[in-house]
C-alpha cells in the first residue's frame, strides 16, 4: 500500500477538524459535503473504512507520534 507523506495527513487533519468546526456552526450543506470528501480522502490515504480509524491512523504517522501502548517493545 501506499503510503501519504506525513505533510499531506497533517493538511488533510487541519480541513477536517475546521471543516467540522464550520459544519457544527452553521450546518451548511457545503460544509457537510466538504467535509465528507476528506473524510473519504483520509480513509484512502490510511487505508481505513471509517473517519475514527482514520484520524487514527494518521496522527500515528505525523512526526513525533508516540504508541499509547508500548509493553510489547522489547526493552
Not at 507523506?5 to 457545503?30: F, M, R, W
Not at 457537510?32 to 480509524?53: F, H, K, N
Request: glycine share 6%; proline share 3%.
Amino acid at each position: 500500500m501506499l503510503m501519504a507523506h506525513p505533510d499531506v495527513l497533517k493538511d488533510l487533519i487541519g480541513q477536517y477538524e475546521t471543516l467540522c468546526t464550520l459544519y457544527a456552526e452553521n450546518g451548511s450543506e457545503e460544509a457537510r459535503r466538504r467535509m465528507d470528501d476528506v473524510a473519504y480522502t483520509l480513509c484512502v490515504s490510511t487505508g481505513t473504512r471509517d473517519i475514527e480509524s482514520a484520524l487514527v491512523a494518521a496522527r500515528h504517522r505525523l512526526p513525533g507520534a508516540r504508541a499509547a501502548e508500548d509493553s510489547l517493545v522489547a526493552t
